[in-house]
């Protein structure tokens, strides 16, 4: 009973009960009802019958003798009876019951534990006065056991019936219920095998069975990017501690081996306290950029991240405007539309994307140089030129993984994820990335938002 085919069963037999219960009870009332009826109506007719022989009898004062009437009336235990006051004249048919004077109408009495049915009426006989009466007895056992076996018969076939509904019912629910055994197993291979890429067959079954297989693999859906999602965010976090403690470990040295040094030899020249002070400031602003850095990366990684339309117009404009305060003495001119141009994605990792790219050519670009940053509406393409020394063709790929510098760099601070946060972010947003020679003399760097996506930058494992 624990079953869903066994609860339905047993619900549907609950109700057919019911059902036949009342049609039973219903249809025993009606047939009782009509017997009793017929059985009042015979004894009328009876009483009519017998008018003749009756008003015979009182008037001629002799017994009648109706033999074919008493044969009638002993076969069905009936019991005729003629009173003329206190006096019977005539008691033909089967010995009655009683010899107590009955009451006018149609009635039922019972003597020595047998029911009898009464009908008592008076001879329509002016001269007789109304003192002339009439009595019609006869038992009831007949019709109760009639009524007995019609009852036994009724709750047999129910019986019956519900044995053989409860056994239809069984077998046409297993049939029924055979796409959720289905669907129950699949769900158990999931959870023991732990494969949320699996999709549940929802062409076969009810339509109840066939949604609810649908709102199985939406779930299964929902849950599969869920995993994925805290994995990436696992996998972020364990790639940002690994590179963390990697790449803070020279800087952090330094500074440590910087203040030490000035701890140990208070007396040093005030220049060269003062170069050193500058030396661990530049090394802490390394360390403040590298996790900046990182952290940009990992909160990549790890997704999840909320989707919306962005102007990227607008985005590119703002960013730009940005970098161009920090650099003052670089030209920074900006290219953009008039009207929006509209992209889904995530607008802090465009804005990353934006700000590393002006940031990377104005730092590589020359003293007092000039960066300029145009937005194509057709794609939409951004491009980023400088006038810097370039990016040599060997190192036009291997510059977008983390920590990578070109080999002819100048030497200038960067923690190398810059353009690592680039290519992330292009990844992201289904967009490609790639350096180039840029008419200014120095490198261009295009992502194309309309083409083929880049392909997401190799991590380098850290080192021990």
Known sequence: MH??????????????????????????????????????????????????????????????????????????RTSLRLRLGDTTLL?????????????LGMHTITVAGTDYRVYATTLRDPNLGGLARLEILSSLDALQDRETELRRRLIVIGLLALAAAGLGVWLTADRLLRPLGRLRAFASRVSREDDLDQRAPADSGAAEVRSLADSF?????????SAADRQRALDAT?????DAGHELRTPLTS???????????PDLPADRRAEMARDALAEQRRIVDLLDGLQALARGDAGGLERRDVDLAECVAETAATVRGRYPGTLIEVRVPDAPVVLTGWEPGLRMLVENLVENAARHG??????????????????????????????????????????????????????????????????????????????RFEVDFGATPAADPARRPAAP
């Open 217 to 225: 693999n939406a779930m299964l859906a929902r849950l599969g990017r």
């Open 91 to 103: 008691e033909t048919g089967a010995p009655p019951p009683t010899d107590r004077e009955q009451r």
């Open 366 to 443: 020359r003293d007092g140089g000039r960066v300029e940053v145009t937005l194509d509406p057709a794609g939409p393409i951004l491009r980023v030129d400088d006038d810097g020394p370039g990016v040599p063709p060997a190192d036009r790929e291997r510059i977008f993984a983390p920590f990578a510098r070109a080999a002819d760099a100048d030497g200038r601070a960067g923690s190398g994820l810059g353009l690592a946060i680039v290519a992330q972010q292009a990844h992201h947003h289904g967009a490609s990335v790639r350096a180039g020679d840029a008419p200014l003399g120095g490198a």
């Open 3 to 76: 079953s869903l085919r066994g609860r339905l069963t047993a619900g549907v037999l609950l109700v057919l009960a019911v059902v036949l219960a009342v049609a039973g009870g219903l249809a025993w009332r009606y047939v009782s009802q009509s017997e009793r009826d017929a059985f009042d109506d015979r004894l009328r007719r009876t009483a009519e019958l017998s008018r003749a022989t009756a008003l015979a009898a009182v008037q001629e004062e002799v017994p009648g003798n109706d033999r074919r009437l008493d044969a009638v009336l002993t076969a069905t």
């Open 255 to 265: 500074v440590r081996a910087t203040l030490s040094s000035l701890e140990r030899h």
């Open 238 to 242: 364990r790639r940002f501690a690994a």
